[in-house]
């Protein structure tokens, strides 16, 4: 059971660098977001995706775009980093069906821009 | 503006001890209240939740309490281990429509052996 995974788990960019995170869930659930995380201020949302086809934004999204390719896809793109957007990313997906409206989360990836 | 505020940022506290962390929310249209746990290097996973017809739900070692009048509802780790360290998260939405969970700050827990 892969859940929710993301790719890379590491990544070290240079200043005005972009590049594109992964991420895929193999439960096929209708709803991903897209959260980074920072010391001392939890999980602010970025991007989210409430079904196929559909993007919006969250709290954060300045500097960033998604693409929901499919139902089990969703990518993070920076387009210029900056050394602001240093951070944990975090893909998460939802069945949103019902009462099931547990979040599940990928592993993680680590970005640093120098 | 912040619509799930969460204390303490940090805690520590011996084994067997019980710590509590409390969270307050601002919008009275939130009706599911999970919380979740993360471990360094992973990622956060569901701990425990409850909506707000119960005041209180149990999961082993765990419970929420839910105070609705006063948009609050809290955690509590009973008989506390080592293995509990980590961080919690609180975190609240709305069931209907797009479901997006917002989430408080995080509180880092260290259970001193």
């Known amino acids: 059971n892969a859940g929710v995974t993301q790719t890379p788990k590491f990544q070290v960019l240079k200043t005005g660098q972009s590049m594109t995170l992964q991420c895929a869930q193999d439960m096929n659930h209708n709803s991903m977001y897209w959260y980074r995380q920072d010391p001392g201020m939890g999980l602010r949302l970025i991007y989210y995706?409430?079904?196929?086809?559909?993007?919006d934004k969250g709290e954060v999204p300045n500097g960033y775009n998604v693409s929901r390719l499919n139902k089990r896809e969703f990518s993070l793109r920076l387009e210029s980093a900056a050394p602001s957007q240093t951070s944990v990313y975090f893909c998460?997906?939802?069945?949103?069906?019902?009462?099931?409206?547990?979040?599940?989360f990928g592993q993680g990836t680590r970005l640093t821009v120098v | 503006q912040q619509q799930v505020k969460q204390s303490p940022q940090s805690l520590i506290v011996q084994k067997g001890g019980i710590p509590i962390i409390n969270c307050a929310y601002e919008?009275?249209?939130?009706?599911?209240f999970p919380w979740y746990q993360q471990f360094p290097g992973k990622g956060p996973a569901l701990l425990i939740a409850i909506r707000p017809d119960v005041s209180e739900k149990k999961e082993g070692r765990f419970t929420i309490s839910f105070n609705k009048s006063a948009k609050q509802f809290s955690l509590h780790i009973m008989d506390s281990q080592p293995g509990d360290s980590a961080t919690y998260f609180c975190a609240a939405s709305m069931t209907g429509g797009s479901y997006i969970p917002t989430f408080g700050r995080g509180t880092s827990l260290i259970v001193h052996p």
């Open positions: 919008n009275t249209a939130f009706d599911y």
């Open positions: 998460a997906s939802s069945p949103q069906q019902g009462s099931r409206t547990e979040a599940f």
């Open positions: 995706s409430a079904s196929e086809g559909t993007t």
